[in-house]
């Protein structure tokens, strides 16, 4: 398993803190790891993939509490690993694309 950072509180102070470098980055909602991310590099680091998330009140991310990050040369590599041992210890976590369409969920129900 990947060596990930300590815990770090999702919040503006902290996340201006996150890498500007390419890897993968995990939000928890208290012990529960709720959503695993990939920031590919060209502009999407680690640390505007997060600050992306905390200004966006509209998706499940915004339960985030605290995150943990890992500089990865294949981030998306590095994801499905997360993601193969976070389900099987904890049951299904967000993915990119499933983050979207809570966006697009919560966005309807608005209207």
């Given amino acids: 398993m990947r060596s990930l ?4 509180p999702f919040t503006e102070v902290h996340v201006s803190t996150a890498p500007r470098s390419q890897g993968v980055y995990i939000l928890f909602e208290g012990d529960m790891p709720i959503y695993v991310g990939v920031a590919r590099g060209l502009g999407a680091t680690i640390r505007s993939q997060l600050q992306r998330l ?7 991310a915004s339960a985030g509490t605290h995150y943990r990050w890992a500089i990865a040369d294949d981030p998306r590599a590095v994801r499905s690993e997360l993601l193969a041992d976070y389900e099987r210890r904890f049951g299904h976590i967000l993915t990119d694309d499933e983050l979207a369409r809570t966006k697009t969920s919560s966005m309807r129900r608005a209207s």
């Fill in 5 to 8: 950072s300590t815990a770090f």
């Fill in 54 to 60: 905390l200004g966006d009140e509209d998706t499940a």
